[in-house]
């Protein structure tokens, strides 16, 4: 829903600071790219090696380039997934080497439990099932992004922003804005309780990689992955 609103307007500040070194694989292809020490170096099995000095990062509307010889880099602060390995990559990288093209993920990877980038789906608020019909227009009204340290979604008929900090398992979310449209039951009871449960200190409990729980005094609410396809 805003994964590539936040990737855009809150990541992309922060990436002519990456590191001096960098390392990118591929989704669909086999390949890996690394740069370091001022040299990049791109590998496909079957191939030789592409190896050229590096010129530092140019900025660009959405990420970054690199130009290293007959070989070019678009990295994008997009989250990108490697389904081989299941790893969530801060990245979405474009290669262009002698005018082929090779897609892939790259950059900082994002530990398993990571909030940062996801999106996500509210199955159940305080116990009562939202319903979800597998439309993602139709549960688009029961949505959060996670971004860092910030989050948007609907809550019913709504949308909110609001701040959050994680402490390990611990969220507090400070809440910062909401829509202000009269819902009838049983969305507008609902999505109260949903305000009344964000509004104290929240832990978090993964079920497993596709379903969350946040339980505080107030209540607690499921959540269902809902990221598409990186």
């Known amino acids: 829903m805003y994964q590539l609103l936040f990737a855009v307007i809150i990541a992309a500040p922060a990436a002519s600071a990456q590191a001096q070194s960098y390392r990118a694989v591929g989704v669909e292809q086999n390949w890996t790219l690394t740069i370091a020490d001022g040299v990049l170096r791109f590998e496909r099995p079957g191939h030789e090696p592409v190896s050229a000095p590096a010129s530092p990062p140019e900025r660009t509307e959405y990420g970054d380039r690199y130009q290293a010889g007959p070989v070019t880099v ?12 299941g790893a969530r990559y801060r990245d979405s990288v474009e290669v262009t080497v002698s005018g082929e ?9 994002f530990p398993a439990d990571s909030l940062e980038f996801t999106s996500w789906h509210f199955s159940a608020i305080d116990g009562h099932p939202t319903q979800l019909t597998g439309d993602l227009l139709r549960d688009g009204r029961y949505a959060v992004d996670f971004g860092p340290g910030m989050l948007v979604g609907y809550s019913g008929c709504n949308r909110f922003h609001a701040n959050y900090v994680r402490d390990g398992n611990r969220l507090t979310v400070s809440l910062q804005g909401r829509g202000i449209t009269r819902c009838a039951p049983p969305i507008g009871p609902l999505e109260q309780r949903l305000f009344e449960i964000l509004s104290q200190p929240l832990e978090i409990s993964f079920a497993d990689s596709e379903a969350l729980t946040l339980s505080g005094p107030q209540g607690s609410i499921r959540l269902k992955r809902s990221d598409p396809d990186e």
């Not at 678009?74 to 390995?85: F, K, V």
């Not at 093209?101 to 990877?109: D, H, K, V």
Request: hydrophobic share 20%; net charge negative; proline share 14%.
């Open 74 to 85: 678009e990295t994008i602060p997009y989250p990108c997934r490697d389904p081989l390995s």
């Open 101 to 109: 093209e090779f897609g892939g993920c790259g950059g900082r990877i």
